[in-house]
């Protein structure tokens, strides 16, 4: 693969809070089926950080861990392609989140949003606690861990990702020195002028100590505004401004996936904890039995009343599951009264539950065989282990705790 085409490295990993339903399959994992195709992926259970909310209730994961791998490997999640592997089971990230802690200010941590949000939304739960606290930094050590360029989430944890990004950046700011590069911009800095040098550096410690990005903003300014710096001086302090040191952990990016709209049974969004899923590996009369009950437009009260699809629950499943044009015909019913409603669901029907079929089919030799579950994170715990160690070599080495 040519350099400018390298897709780099994807890590994402899951709670294992529960079983996964149609709206993990639509929205995550078809997505880390075909990001395997393209780049070297990392996908794991995030145990540990199921932990940090669930620590009352410690056999969740016990109950849903194989579970949960067998319906990413339900949804095509091909263990030759993508390395699988259990959070706990690389003890390594736990020593990277320690010693990220180390530099990572508090203030930080307690401006993540979810921190507040998920406080306020379980509050059936006591999160005021240093592991809650320290969800986000654990997530960054997960990333930094295997050096990934691309991070598939949804809106909700980008703040994580962007948490991730500053940390590495104060890592590597801290740790990463370089003593002959520093020489050279410090040189340069002579060329600036006195007061304007001293203002740039101050602006570059804000950025990269604090994450104040106004403050590159403002030193960048600052260098194209000042007359006495050639094209040569400007490019090395514009390098030296973000960091220039040593690059120990590289920083990530957020590959955002599209938030695919999967509608639960009752129109809500599809979530466990609206009771209203339908799992990837459902039973076919339980689903059968739901979607025939599941609300449509209250207008058509009876046969004869004409509906309209965009206030229907139902309509956002066939945007999800039913061809362009035989969607139109089903709108056209709809609006005139041509179809019912049953009429409508039945094709619906057929297609998810020929989906649970093709998912089952995969699942099948993982149920029968739940010990072929085992070798497969057995060996991708070992694959993981090893990149692990690399990074954990170099950040103990620059931390002063390597000891030869
Ligand atoms: N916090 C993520 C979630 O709730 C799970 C997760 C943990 C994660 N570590 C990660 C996702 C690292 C991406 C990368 O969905
Ligand atoms: Fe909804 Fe289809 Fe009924 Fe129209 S016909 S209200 S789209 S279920």
Known sequence: MSLHSDPGRILSGMRPTGRLHLGHYHGVLKNWAVLQEQAECFFFVADWHALTTHYEEPGVMDENVWEMLIDWL????????????????????????????????????????????????????????????????????????????????????????????????????????????????????TRMGKKPAKE????????????????????????????????????????????????????????????????????????KSYNNTIQMRDDPERIRTRLMAMPTDPARQRRHDPGDPEKCPVWDLHQVYTQKTQREELAEGCKSAGIGCVDCKKPLLETILEEQSVLRARARPFEENPQQVREIIESGCERAKVVADETMREVRAVVGTLYE
């Open 200 to 271: 740039f550096l101050r602006l570059r410690r804000e950025w990269l100590q604090d994450g104040v990005g106004s403050a590159r903003e403002r030193a960048l300014t600052a260098l194209s505004a000042s007359g006495n710096l050639g094209n040569e001086d400007r490019e090395r302090l514009m390098g030296y401004l973000d960091g220039g040191g040593r690059e120990i952990l590289p920083e990530p990016g957020a590959l955002l996936t599209p938030a695919a709209k999967m509608p639960g049974l009752d129109g809500q969004k599809m979530s």
């Open 74 to 189: 339900a949804a095509g999640v091909d263990p030759d392609r993508a390395t699988l592997f259990i959070q706990s089971r690389v003890p390594q990230h736990a020593e990277l989140h320690l010693l990220l802690s180390m530099v990572t200010p508090l203030g930080w941590l307690m401006r993540v949003p979810s921190f507040k949000d998920q406080q306020q939304k379980l509050n059936d739960r006591d999160l005021a606690t240093y592991g809650f606290l320290g969800y986000p930094l654990l997530q960054s050590a997960d990333i930094l861990m295997y050096r990934a360029t691309g991070v598939p989430v949804g809106e909700d944890q980008v703040p994580h990702v962007e948490l991730t990004r500053e940390i590495a950046r104060r890592f590597n700011h801290i740790f990463g020195r370089d003593g002959a590069f520093e020489e050279k911009a410090a040189d340069a800095l």
